[in-house]
């Protein structure tokens, strides 16, 4: 399948909305990628002229997006580009669009803090299998998860 795969550095420019659907949640916000230059004759950064895109992201990407994206910060979206055109007021205007793969914030710009979500209910509450260091095949890391699980049964 043809795809255009693009990775773009940028930044929030909207609030992330959000919404549940019937296949999931659904999220979405504008992201503003402004090009810095280094202009010669002046000896100084320039700005060139800001391109907004339309991010969307389905199911785990979107609330956990909701959830962690302001307006404002720096961020890496990595994802399928998408060009439409519609008619507005009698003229034709183009859109682009991001159907985002990956989103992170920009850590050559700051740091942030990585929280794992939590998978489904079930998961959370069903006991593990007891294991034993003779099912445990590898490294010391493995053993130690093993004698873990082995404690918690």
Not at 8 to 35: D, Y
Not at 50 to 60: D, E, L, P, Q
Not at 92 to 115: K, Q
Request: net charge positive; no cysteine; aromatic share 8%.
């Amino acid at each position: 399948m043809n795809e255009t795969l693009v990775t773009l550095v940028g930044n929030a420019a909207t609030a992330v909305e959000f919404r549940e659907t019937a296949t999931g949640g659904m999220a979405r916000f504008r992201f503003a990628v402004t090009p810095r230059r280094w202009d010669r004759e002046k000896q100084l950064w320039a700005d060139g002229r800001t391109s907004f895109y339309t991010v969307w992201s389905w199911r785990a990407l979107a609330a956990n997006l909701a959830g962690s994206v302001s307006v404002g910060e720096p961020l890496v979206v990595h994802g399928r580009l998408k060009v439409r055109e519609e008619e507005q007021a009698g003229q034709r205007r183009a859109f682009v669009d991001v159907e985002a793969i990956a989103v992170g914030h920009d850590l050559s710009r700051g740091t942030t803090a990585f929280r794992r979500t939590a998978r489904g209910e079930s998961e959370l509450t069903e006991r593990p299998e007891r294991a034993t260091e003779g099912d445990a095949k590898g490294g010391p890391k493995q053993l130690e998860h093993a004698a873990a699980l082995t404690a918690v049964s």
